[in-house]
Structures are given as C-alpha cells and as structure tokens.
DNA sequence: CCAATCCATAAGTGTATACTTATATGTTGG
DNA sequence: CCAACATATAAGTATACACTTATGGATTGG
C-alpha cells in the first residue's frame, strides 16, 4: 500500500507548532471535552478553539463524538504514529528509545 | 537542572512543519554538508537554505563546523530528544487513563 | 593582492496563520 | 414553538513565514 504523501506530517507537524493547540491536545489527552469545556482555562474565543480543533482535526490528532448540540472531542492516539514513523525514520540513532516507546504503544493498541 | 520552558518544542515543531527543512534535516543526517552542497537539489535560492539553516539551529536541530570560508552544517541527534520527551508526555496521559480504567474494572469485578 | 567564493543578513513581497467579532446552523428546555 | 445554548463558519486584521534579490563580511586561490 502506497504510504501517505508526506503531506500528513507537515499537517501534525503544522498542528503541533502552536503551544494552545498542544494544550488543548493534551487536554482532550485526558479525557473527551466539549468545545465549551475546553474554553474554560483558556484566554481566546470559542471560534478560536473550534479553529484549532478543526486543524487538529485535520491533522489527525483529535476525532469527536456529536450528541445533540454538543460536540465531543477527543485525541486519536493513532494520530502521532506518522509523527513517530518519521522519527523512526529520521535516524537511528534514537532506535532503543524508539523502541521503547513503540512498546507503549503497542500495550496502547491491544 | 531547570528543565526548558516549552518553548523549545514549539521551536522544535515549527522547524520540522517545513517540508523544505525536513528534507534539509534528513540530507544532515546522512552526514555533514556545506551550504553550497545542501543548495544542489533543492529549488530554492542560498539565503533560502541559509534561512532554513537558522531555524533548524535555533530548534537544537543542527549544528555547525567552520572552515574557512565553508561552513559544515549536520544533525544534532540530540535534537529531537525534546520532541521525543513530548510524545512521551503525551502518551503517557493515555496510559493513565487505561490504567485507571482497569482499576475501574477491577473494582467492579470484586 | 584581489577577484572569486562562501555564507549570512537586510529589505521587500505575497501568502498563511491566529486571532477577533459577527453571523449562520442546528438543538434542546420550558 | 421559541428563546437560549452549542458550535461552526465568514470576514477582517495584524503578525509571522518563506521566499526573493541585493549586499556585506570573511576567506582563499592564483
């Protein structure tokens, strides 16, 4: 199967660049949240997080979860593996701790 | 030892959302090259790649070696260890959660 | 020497980004 | 049914970014 244009990481990597998109990633991280939670704790406007939801979205970081007028969201675990095949990738001089982690990940998936 | 204010991993992402400097980065970690050499390959101009050079320096990603008047540029591999350390991070949020869940399911098996 | 080479920086430009306020769409409670 | 709520999208704006050409500083070969 013909791997993804690499056009998916420049979208994590997009994603990731921006520190209140990674608070809010690491927020739903913990547990899904409506748009109107996630606002609490943060100093911009509801728009505004829907925007970074939505480029979370796209990146492949955060999926949701429609119930009525509310709106889930939560982080995709499965989001990073680019992340972390382009790290794997990248060099191998990080293999063992490469490993490691793909250890966590794979406990994750079962 | 103060551990960096996550200002790096900003750094860190934002270098790597470029395509363009990805690919500079990947060619370093082959080994090390001029900025005259980096050029052949890439359609950009040599303050393009000196410019991309800048940002991969500021992020940890690379350093250099002078020569004269030549300038060797290759990969820090220690500069994605902060990128690693977030993924980690992360993760680890996930983790907790299915941690959780399971004493959750414990409890209700008793 | 000094002209050519290597590289960085300056300055300018078009586009993208991150935000805002305003508004549109859909949903629920009363 | 309708007013309040939840969210998304539209439109505008200020800043950041990725590039360009022009230029400056440093170094070397001939």
Same mark, same amino acid.
């Given at each position: 199967?013909? !791997?993804?244009?690499?056009? $998916?990481?420049?979208?994590?990597?997009?994603? %990731?660049? *921006?520190?209140?998109?990674?608070?809010?990633?690491?927020?739903?991280?913990?547990?899904? #949240?409506?748009?109107?939670?996630?606002?609490?704790?943060?100093?911009? !406007?509801?728009?505004?997080? !829907? #925007? @970074?939801?939505?480029?979370? +979205? +796209?990146?492949?970081?955060?999926?949701? +979860?429609?119930?009525?007028? @509310?709106?889930?969201?939560?982080?995709?675990?499965?989001? $990073?593996?680019?992340?972390?095949?382009?790290?794997?990738?990248?060099? !191998?001089?990080? +293999? *063992?701790? %490469?490993?490691?982690?793909?250890?966590?990940? #794979?406990?994750? *998936?079962?």
């Amino acid at each position: 199967m013909e !791997s993804q244009p690499a056009v $998916i990481e420049t979208e994590i990597f997009r994603a %990731l660049a *921006d520190p209140t998109r990674r608070a809010v990633l690491e927020r739903l991280g913990k547990g899904e #949240q409506t748009v109107t939670e996630l606002r609490t704790g943060f100093a911009v !406007s509801q728009p505004a997080i !829907s #925007q @970074h939801l939505a480029a979370l +979205r +796209r990146a492949g970081l955060v999926c949701e +979860r429609r119930a009525g007028r @509310h709106v889930y969201y939560r982080a995709d675990p499965a989001g $990073i593996a680019p992340l972390i095949g382009w790290i794997e990738r990248y060099q !191998s001089f990080w +293999r *063992d701790r %490469l490993e490691r982690l793909k250890d966590v990940l #794979q406990e994750m *998936d079962e």
